[in-house]
């Protein structure tokens, strides 16, 4: 089993930058390939982005590519989304999420892709 926990989320205003954190625990964290997805009430999960399980690839979806950075240190079990340039529109519950089957499906784009997730962390942008 993994157990991950996001954390970082928080109010910030239009334009500014938070880090999200996912910190993971049970099976090695270099075993999976992992992502972050958001939510907002009534809609499905969205993807964000994802890393491979070396960091060597990395895949934005197209309305956070070039404010995000997705990654990772796997010597610390830790999974980071930076977002910079902040808006609006990126309101939402950011969950992180494992997914074991990356590296022969090459699918990370639908939440079905992936095991286990976290919690989630609230972000909220103000204009």
């Known amino acids: 089993q993994v157990q991950l926990v996001e954390s970082g989320g928080g109010l910030v205003q239009a334009g500014g930058s938070l880090r999200l954190s996912c910190a993971a625990s049970g099976r090695t964290f270099s075993s999976y390939a992992m992502g972050w997805f958001r939510q907002v009430p009534g809609k499905e999960r969205e993807f964000v982005a994802a890393i491979s399980r070396s960091a060597y690839s990395t895949d934005y979806a197209d309305s956070v590519k070039g404010r995000f950075t997705i990654s990772r240190d796997n010597a610390k079990a830790m999974l980071y989304l930076q977002m910079n340039s902040l808006k609006p529109e990126d309101t939402a519950v950011y969950y992180c999420?494992?997914?074991?089957?990356?590296?022969?499906?090459?699918?990370?784009?639908?939440?079905?892709?992936?095991?286990?997730w976290g919690q989630g962390t609230q972000v909220t942008v103000s204009s």
């Open positions: 999420g494992t997914n074991s089957r990356a590296w022969y499906s090459g699918r990370y784009y639908s939440q079905n892709d992936y095991d286990y």
